[in-house]
């Protein structure tokens, strides 16, 4: 599941650190600390955190890979944290003491970890296979040069629709903004509304808007650019949808939940692969897949790839044996990365080589969003923190909501965002 999800959707996991050796596991109290002794017979123990994924079998199966990688390296415990509620609050908060893990998982890419020398940088666990990691998860955790951690999974995002409504209504799938804009009105209803982003109205859908007019969020040097000509023009375009109230808004769950599409109150929802098991139990084939559409001529579609890293402690005590660890799981071990990426949830692999062979990604639906997350594929960048990104959908709500001038709000935004990467940076 996506990072920016976890708060809403992690559901009554245990907490507990899990001690992993050689020829065993051991549990140990319930207690979300990873420090603890090594196992006999190790020489060191990892301690390596995980977020309480929502996925059935998840906390399973990273024991099982931490016994597997304990029997091919018995010099090497593994000591396995679960950690429900706030994990990024959590992890940000023990980083800065001695109990800080040897190896953790992040959502979207911060590039100030390695500003700080929190995180190490791992070009040589790549050990020549970074050609075969897709675009976005390696330029995702690169920074000046270098990569500061390995993607475990991808999260694509992207719209649904229902195949049989929209042919009812003579509509095709939309592939222009003026086309979805128009699809959403036209099946809005007295009982219905068109379209599902987010129960705020907006969504991934600001950031989406920018992309699709070829436009930039913060580029690859720090400067904000969700301000430029293009990024104004689109986000005041999301104005439109408002208008025309063809948005759902305040459903039961939101936009990352599938419930207001498989249940028919929404023909046409933004979520992501995660929800296509579900959508295809409940709906069968009838519905399809396309990306964000190109906001005009010049612009491109879009899909958004988030997901999950693998991270080392750079300050830790075991950096060599930790980046061992991240090397044999996520670079090295194919047929688990495909068990990780297909079994428990639904995700995609970002090793190009082994997401060819996911046999749940080889057809249909699930073989599209692929191709899409090839080609349309577009992460947050790394300085995309949560005081950069509330000021640009602070701006957008208020845009989008007739709220004031949007140029004078986005350019308020940008000042504002400008001065929080400008401390990520140190300047």
């Not at 990024?231 to 999301?238: C, F, N, P, R």
């Amino acid at each position: 599941m996506s990072a920016r999800r976890t708060d809403l959707s992690r559901r009554g996991f245990l907490t507990g650190s899990l001690l992993v050796t050689a020829g065993s596991i051991l549990t140990t109290a319930c207690s979300t600390d990873p420090t603890g002794g090594s196992a006999a017979g190790s020489k060191t123990t990892l301690n390596v955190w995980y977020h309480a994924y929502g996925e059935p079998g998840t906390q399973q199966a990273v024991l099982r890979y931490a016994t597997a990688f304990t029997k091919a390296n018995p010099d090497i415990a593994v000591k396995v944290t679960w950690v429900p509620g706030d994990y990024t609050g959590k992890l940000n908060a023990t980083l800065l003491t001695a109990a800080a893990p040897d190896v953790f998982e992040i959502g979207d890419f911060s590039e100030s970890l390695a500003r700080r020398g929190q995180i190490a940088a791992l070009d040589d666990v790549y050990a020549g296979t970074r050609s075969d990691f897709n675009t976005n998860a390696v330029e995702s955790v690169g920074v000046d040069g270098k990569l500061y951690g390995v993607k475990m999974i991808d999260d694509v995002m992207m719209l649904y629709y229902r195949k049989s409504v929209l042919a009812k209504a003579g509509i095709t799938p939309p592939t222009t903004f003026d086309g979805l804009v128009a699809a959403a009105k036209s099946l809005t209803t007295k009982k219905n509304k068109g379209l599902f982003i987010g129960n705020d109205g907006l969504g991934d859908t600001p950031g989406l808007a920018v992309f699709s007019n070829g436009g930039d969020l913060v580029t690859p040097d720090g400067k904000v650019e969700f301000g430029s000509a293009r990024a104004l023009e689109a986000v005041t375009g999301l104005k439109r949808l408002h208008d025309d109230k063809s948005l759902l808004l305040g459903f039961t769950t939101d936009w990352w939940d599938p419930a207001a599409f498989t249940q028919g109150v929404v023909p046409m929802q933004w979520c992501g692969l995660w929800a296509m098991p579900a959508i295809t139990a409940a709906l069968g084939d009838d519905f399809g897949v396309v990306p964000w559409p190109a906001f005009k001529a010049g612009g491109a579609p879009v899909v958004r790839v988030g997901g999950w890293t693998a991270c080392v402690n750079a300050k830790g005590k075991n950096v060599a044996a930790a980046k061992r660890f991240v090397q044999w799981l996520w670079v090295e071990q194919a047929e688990l990365q495909k068990d990780f990426a297909e079994s428990y949830g639904f995700h995609v692999p970002p090793r190009t080589s082994v997401a060819a062979t996911a046999k749940k990604l080889s057809a249909g639906p699930a073989k599209e969003t692929v191709g899409l997350a090839q080609k349309y594929g577009k992460h947050y960048p790394g300085t995309w923190d949560t005081a950069v990104s509330s000021t640009f959908a602070a701006a957008a709500a208020k845009i989008t909501g007739g709220q004031g001038e949007p140029a004078a709000l986005l350019a308020d935004a940008v000042k504002k965002a400008q001065g929080e990467i400008d401390k990520q940076r140190g300047r």
